[in-house]
């Protein structure tokens, strides 16, 4: 065999990329956590759809199901509720046959304020979707990735730009996405070097979800004590920005933002084979903005 058949043979996964392997992806009922559990799924991965939202996670579990059985789960629950996580984490392992490979901490929303207005809720509230719960389902998941079976094993938090620049407006959710670049850092040290446990964070720039539609649309969630809090951008006008995308994204080299599907797809490469030596980074999903 000549080494272009060697390699050809190599790079060859004829059951997807993640086959045998089975997948968390927390805020997985809609937008990037959605287009990434299909992702996976057609990657030949278990796929557990996590979301507070019980209908949209079934719905996304239902269209994965559809297409190929049994090869997603819908777990609905907060993932600020610490009994929530454990029943996550246990369901996930019940659903891969005792394993769990790949946790994508997605799950997270924006309560907006400037500095000198921002409540102590809505400053806790951030750091505890960001911050605390990403660390909780690690902590709990621990024992499933704390294992030398030679398996690969990677766990990927969301993060954003407001986490590395600022962001006016944003200090706790700034403060929260910045904070899990330190989670990330310290999960690829400590589990790295006996497991071979990959860590890495994804700061996501300007994508087309309900965080960066305009507020006016309407888009709200409500937390747990139920408090609806507004998504969305102040005055953002969509039709403006289609008829000049020049002006409207100048500060984007690729003068867009960025689709899901397109944030989803940077998620599963990170997760990969083809990334097996990229450990303890923060990717930046950005169109080339703040380069």
Known sequence: MDRLTQVSSHLNYPRGLFAGQTAIITGAGQGI???AARLFANEGAKVVVADID???ANAV???INSAAPNRALAVAGDVMNAAYIDELVKRAAEFGGGKIHIIVNNAGFTWDGVIHKITDKQWETMLAVHNTAPFKLVRAAAPYFRVKDKEPRSI??????SGIHGNAGQANYAVGKAGVVGLTKTIAKEWGPQFGVRSNTIAFGYITTRLTAAKEA???????DGTKVALGIPGRN???QAVNPDVAYADIPLRRPG???EAAKAIVAVASPWFSYVNGETIRVTGGRNT
């Open 33 to 35: 956590g959605a287009e």
């Open 54 to 56: 019980e209908q949209k």
């Open 61 to 63: 579990a239902n269209a």
């Open 156 to 161: 990927i938090q969301i993060s954003s730009t």
């Open 218 to 224: 309407g888009a709200t969630i409500t937390t747990a």
């Open 238 to 240: 969509a039709q403006q």
């Open 259 to 261: 689709t899901p599907e």
